[in-house]
């Protein structure tokens, strides 16, 4: 090209998304078949428990992390859309912030023993802090007094103890002058640095947890060469669906995703609800996140979840075909609260039991409810109850002939089965708190991703 023609033609070719698009080729989203898509997303789908991680140097304060900011939120405070502004008092609990208890190794295993299977570490939250030794910032944990990165230890933990390690990125960023209200293409080149950062320095990555963009123009973002680096740093990375979540369209020039590919893979690998149990979807793949404190971070020692109520919501999301992401806020020091710390241990003792009605399950075939929820794995059928019906347990009838029934603690469990139902009994003294789970075993597996029908009160004989 000619100067000329390049100062006329490239901005429209530009603007078409014609010229300079990054090869999306290598991007699973847009390219697998269905096998390979569930090869990929096996170990995610098998796991259903994993721990959330919200702490830095807010935790000092015991602040909510990003939002007790007091400061501009381009973008998510209608009406402020100025340059940045401080709080002088949250933007420097960084140079108190010094964790000297903080043990990722003694972090992972207790992860571990806790029963699950990921986990995801903020590594920059909005507060724009990074928890690690990023090249292109200098709002990271090496100008605290602590001065060491903070996702390395966990990174080198995770791949020590067979942990899949997943990290947390907001790309919405309070902090950054240029985020939205400056010279946005400088914070797009800059988070995209610190997100190659992440995935290059630290080994093998399992998950990319995004949180949003904030309002505005989806032609203000580069998420073609953001996928396509993550997935030349990491063929089999899974991704939620929060990357480009909350862009547009506010504003009168948003111009949407430029192509649908972009539509497409911007939506990850899964869906995430937020402070809540997810709606029973056996089709498509989900994460609920839920914090057992009062808050995502560090709040104090009270105003915990219990461990009955943990458990349950584990038991929803596993029956409803979802994940659950547990979150803990760790003390400043990097010690865990003891009413988080009995969550965790009682549920790691719960799944010794439990674990196999739930771990590498598969949501249905019975539609949930109060009730409880079914699952299923090779030819066994889980059934969790909560709440036994007044009148009897008894589903729509089941594909399948049941060969043999029992409770998971080993209690007897008794059964009718008919072309028009079946019907379960375990006697109340041998049912269990906060959930009974029964095992039937089948003559054949039950296909997964199809809901077959629903409990009801048992037919008159
Ligand atoms: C929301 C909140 C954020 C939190 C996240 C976890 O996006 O803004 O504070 O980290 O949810 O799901």
Redesign the pocket.
């Known amino acids: 090209m000619n100067k000329t023609m390049r100062n006329v033609w490239l901005p429209l070719l530009l603007a078409a998304g014609w010229v300079g698009a990054a090869d999306l080729s290598n991007v699973p989203q847009l390219k697998e078949t269905p096998a390979q898509r569930d090869a990929r997303l096996q170990w995610f789908r098998d796991a259903k428990f994993g721990m959330f991680i919200?702490w830095g140097p807010c935790s000092v304060g015991a602040k909510e992390?990003?939002?007790d900011r007091q400061a501009n939120r381009p973008w998510d405070i209608s009406g402020i859309q100025t340059p940045r502004t401080t709080d002088p008092e949250y933007d420097n609990y960084y140079k108190k912030f010094n964790p000297t208890k903080y043990n990722a190794e003694e972090w992972v295993g207790f992860a571990k023993a806790s029963g699950m299977k990921y986990m995801v570490l903020i590594a920059k939250?909005?507060d724009g802090f990074a928890q690690f030794d990023s090249k292109v910032s200098d709002h990271t944990i090496m100008a605290s007094p602590y001065a060491k990165d903070i996702v390395r230890a966990y990174a080198d933990a995770c791949h020590k103890q067979g942990m899949k390690l997943g990290l947390y990125y907001s790309t919405r960023d309070w902090w950054h002058p240029d985020y939205l209200v400056g010279d946005n293409a400088k914070y797009d080149e800059f988070y995209r640095t610190q997100v190659r950062e992440l995935l290059s320095n630290y080994g093998e990555v399992d998950v990319m947890w995004f949180?949003?963009v904030g309002g505005q123009d989806w032609g203000k973002w580069k998420f073609d060469e953001l996928f396509s680096m993550m997935y030349q740093l990491h063929p089999k990375l899974i991704v939620n669906d929060r990357a480009a979540k909350f862009c547009g369209p506010k504003s009168p020039e948003d111009r949407g995703p430029a192509t649908p590919d972009i539509a497409k893979m911007t939506q990850g690998d899964y869906y995430?609800p937020?402070g809540s149990i997810g709606a029973m979807d056996i089709v498509k793949d989900w994460e609920s996140?839920i914090h057992v404190g009062r808050g995502?971070s560090y709040h104090g020692e009270n105003g915990f979840r219990g461990p009955d109520n943990c458990i349950k919501m584990l038991v929803s999301c596993t029956t409803g075909g979802g994940n659950l992401l547990l979150n803990f806020g760790p003390r400043p020091d990097g010690t865990f609260a003891d009413g988080e710390a009995k969550v965790a241990v009682a549920m790691g003792e719960w799944l010794k039991t439990y674990g196999e009605a739930i771990y590498g399950t598969r949501g249905g075939p019975y539609r949930n409810g109060k009730w409880g929820g079914t699952c299923h794995k090779n030819n066994k059928l889980y059934l969790h109850i909560y709440d036994w019906p007044k009148d009897g347990l008894a589903f729509d009838a089941l594909p399948s002939k049941v060969l043999a029934a029992r409770t998971l603690t080993g209690a007897p469990a008794t059964f009718t089965q008919s072309d028009a139902e079946l019907a379960v009994e375990v006697a109340e003294a041998d049912r269990a708190k906060p959930v009974t789970v029964i095992e039937l075993t089948l003559e054949k597996p039950l296909e997964t991703g199809k809901i077959i029908g629903s409990i009801h009160a048992p037919l008159k004989k």
């Open positions: 919200h992390i990003g939002w939250h909005h949180d949003h995430t937020e996140c995502w």
